[in-house]
């Protein structure tokens, strides 16, 4: 009888113990794929990667209960990392395209965006992307400005890997103009007096968080929480934090 007793003791032990175990590896990790030379979307300050997307996807974690951590990588390298799951889900600004669309999923978009062409201060032939047509234009590999650029003829674009190297291009006067999303264009002509923005006409781009096609219970799972936060108030206090 009394060892009988002991046995059931050591059994719920046991028990208890394994589901604690398992309890613990449920509360998972996600690994989050940008590209943090995008301001006001996912940029560095002292070291850290901080930003727009970098605060959404956050709030997104707390609410499905996930832990996350942030991995930095070349633009261009998100969707293959993606779907050789180095990482789980990628929010970089990223442009939700019919192209992309066959290869991964995109939550509900979170913000609407637009192609814009910086330039030096002294030029003054540039004024929309018609005006593009014989000149070197810098653009960054893979990003939706490359695919626009691609498709005007006679245009001479110059890749770069990287969008402060885009940047440099210019300055340097390599390219005459370089075309990027209006946001990061704006904040790289505010931060260097030398250039300016000029605005364009080109069609409207909506930025979504990609996930692989078969993680159907995270696109779900993203997406409700998006809701909440657009309901309660965390999206717009975001909005106005990092677009004034
Ligand atoms: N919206 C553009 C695209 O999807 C550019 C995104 C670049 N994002 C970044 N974090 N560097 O291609």
Same mark, same amino acid.
Request: with cysteine; charged share 25%.
């Given at each position: 009888?009394?060892?009988?007793?002991?046995?059931?003791?050591?059994?719920?032990?046991?028990?208890?113990?394994? $589901?604690?175990?398992?309890?613990?590896?449920?509360?998972?990790?996600?690994?989050?794929? %940008?590209?943090?030379?995008?301001?006001?979307?996912?940029?560095?300050?002292?070291?850290?990667?901080?930003?727009?997307?970098?605060?959404?996807?956050?709030?997104?974690?707390?609410?499905?209960?996930?832990?996350?951590?942030?991995?930095?990588?070349?633009?261009?390298? #998100?969707?293959?990392?993606?779907?050789?799951?180095?990482?789980?889900?990628?929010?970089?600004?990223? %442009?939700?395209?019919?192209?992309?669309?066959?290869?991964?999923?995109?939550?509900?978009?979170?913000?609407?965006?637009?192609?814009?062409?910086?330039?030096?201060?002294?030029?003054?032939?540039?004024?929309?992307?018609?005006? #593009?047509?014989?000149?070197?234009?810098?653009?960054?590999?893979?990003? %939706?400005?490359?695919?626009?650029?691609?498709?005007?003829?006679?245009?001479?674009?110059?890749?770069?890997?990287?969008?402060?190297?885009?940047?440099?291009?210019?300055?340097?006067?390599?390219?005459?103009?370089?075309? #990027?999303?209006?946001?990061?264009?704006?904040?790289?002509? $505010?931060?260097?007096?030398?250039?300016?923005?000029?605005?364009?006409?080109?069609?409207?781009?909506?930025?979504?968080?990609?996930?692989?096609?078969?993680?159907?219970?995270?696109?779900?799972?993203?997406?409700?929480? #998006?809701?909440?936060?657009?309901?309660?108030?965390?999206?717009?206090?975001?909005?106005?934090?990092?677009?004034?």
């Amino acid at each position: 009888m009394f060892k009988n007793n002991i046995l059931k003791v050591i059994v719920s032990f046991a028990i208890v113990i394994v $589901a604690v175990m398992s309890c613990k590896e449920e509360s998972k990790k996600l690994y989050v794929g %940008t590209n943090a030379e995008f301001e006001p979307f996912e940029y560095r300050e002292s070291g850290n990667i901080v930003g727009f997307d970098i605060e959404l996807v956050g709030e997104i974690a707390k609410l499905i209960n996930v832990e996350i951590e942030i991995e930095d990588m070349a633009f261009d390298g #998100l969707l293959p990392a993606l779907q050789t799951k180095k990482i789980d889900l990628i929010i970089a600004g990223m %442009t939700a395209t019919e192209e992309r669309k066959k290869n991964v999923n995109f939550s509900e978009s979170y913000y609407k965006s637009q192609q814009a062409i910086v330039v030096n201060n002294d030029e003054n032939g540039i004024n929309a992307f018609d005006n #593009l047509v014989g000149k070197d234009v810098g653009v960054v590999l893979g990003y %939706t400005g490359d695919l626009i650029v691609s498709e005007i003829s006679n245009v001479r674009v110059q890749r770069y890997n990287a969008t402060s190297e885009a940047i440099m291009g210019l300055k340097a006067k390599k390219v005459q103009a370089v075309v #990027l999303d209006y946001e990061p264009a704006k904040n790289y002509s $505010a931060q260097n007096p030398e250039l300016k923005l000029i605005e364009t006409d080109s069609e409207s781009e909506e930025y979504a968080i990609a996930i692989r096609k078969e993680d159907t219970q995270l696109l779900d799972d993203i997406n409700k929480a #998006l809701a909440t936060l657009k309901e309660n108030g965390t999206y717009d206090a975001l909005l106005n934090k990092y677009f004034k």
